[in-house]
């Protein structure tokens, strides 16, 4: 069973950094796509980043270009993603997201097959 499990969220003040983190077990997921989504309330799922295996290619929503960096470690079989300039409009829930077996790094959510819990991501003006 693959589990997905988001860690590193918290409350900063606007301007601050977090760092996220995404641990996988029951799957190794070298061979995958993995991606970042965010919910606010009242929102629909959105995208953030994604990466694919060998790190390349990574994509970011035209929102977070500049500012958030997504990377890999697949020794670790983990992702992050490192958040700078936070603003007020970055508060959500940011999800984890796996898909598997390819190279494309796709931004619809609907393509991912497997899902963290979220972690919440509050930005204070």
């Known amino acids: 069973q693959v589990q997905l499990v988001e860690s590193g969220g918290g409350l900063v003040q606007a301007g601050g950094s977090l760092r996220l983190s995404c641990a996988a077990s029951?799957?190794?997921?070298?061979?995958?796509?993995m991606g970042w989504f965010r919910q606010a309330p009242g929102k629909e799922r959105e995208f953030v980043a994604a990466i694919n295996w060998s790190g390349g290619s990574p994509r970011y929503a035209d929102s977070v270009k500049g500012r958030f960096t997504i990377s890999r470690d697949n020794a670790e079989n983990t992702v992050h993603l490192q958040m700078n300039s936070l603003k007020p409009e970055d508060t959500a829930v940011y999800y984890c997201?796996?898909?598997?077996?390819?190279?494309?790094?796709?931004?619809?959510?609907?393509?991912?097959?497997?899902w963290g819990q979220g972690t919440q991501v509050t930005v204070s003006s």
């Open positions: 029951g799957r190794t997921l070298s061979r995958d796509v």
């Open positions: 997201a796996a898909r598997p077996n390819t190279v494309f790094v796709h931004t619809a959510h609907g393509l991912y097959a497997y």
